[in-house]
Structure formats: C-alpha cells, structure tokens
C-alpha cells in the first residue's frame, strides 16, 4: 500500500524559506514521477514541480522557476521541496503525489494516483 507523509509546512515572511519533505512508502519504479502540487483558496489545484527520481530530471511551474527546488533522497525514499524567495501568492495547501505521467504531462494531476494529505504554506507579506 502506498502511503504519502508530509511536513515542513508552516507560517513564514516573504522573502523567507521554507522545506517541504514528503516521505513515501509501497511506492517506486523507473518511470515513476513524484510531484509538489498547491491549491490556494478558491482556486484549482496547480502542478509546482515534478522529478522521476531514478531518472533525475526535474520539472518546474514557470511561476516557482528559480525560487523553488525539488529533490529527492532514493536512500530514504523522500520527497523535497526547498521554497526561497517566497511570495504571498505562493500561500496554498502543498500536497505531494506519485503517478505515472508523460513527462509533458508533468503537471496533470489525473495522472497521479496516490496523494498525500497535504500541509499549509502561509507567506504574510
């Protein structure tokens, strides 16, 4: 069974940082894609930044290119994000999931399967 753990989300200031793990279980494979979403108040859910992490390549939401960065330990099968620069229109419940995307599918979120339960981001300016 495949389970999805966040932490890391908290209150910050703009300008500040903020680290988001999510660390997974049951979960793997060559071509399997790992994914940061957020969804802010009254808005749809967006793709911020996706790896496949055997393969190592990354994926990232023109409005985080820069500023945000995701990783991923394989030894302890966990999910990063390290957000810098942050703005208060970052502010969003941030979730991470798993799924099998086409790589320009990245930031569909029907392709992913499993979810976790999300953690909130708050930037006051």
């Known amino acids: 069974q495949v389970q999805l753990v966040e932490s890391g989300g908290g209150s910050v200031q703009a300008g500040g940082s903020l680290r988001l793990s999510c660390t997974a279980s049951g979960y793997g494979g060559s071509s399997s894609f790992m994914a940061w979403f957020r969804q802010a108040p009254g808005k749809e859910r967006e793709g911020v930044a996706a790896?496949?992490?055997?393969?190592?390549?990354?994926y990232y939401a023109d409005s985080v290119k820069g500023r945000f960065t995701i990783s991923h330990d394989n030894a302890k099968n966990t999910l990063y994000l390290q957000m810098d620069s942050l703005k208060p229109e970052d502010s969003a419940v941030y979730s991470c999931a798993a799924g099998l995307p086409s790589y320009w599918h990245w930031s569909a979120q029907d392709h992913y399967k499993f979810w976790g339960q999300g953690t909130q981001v708050t930037v006051s300016s």
């Open positions: 790896t496949r992490p055997l393969a190592g390549d990354t």
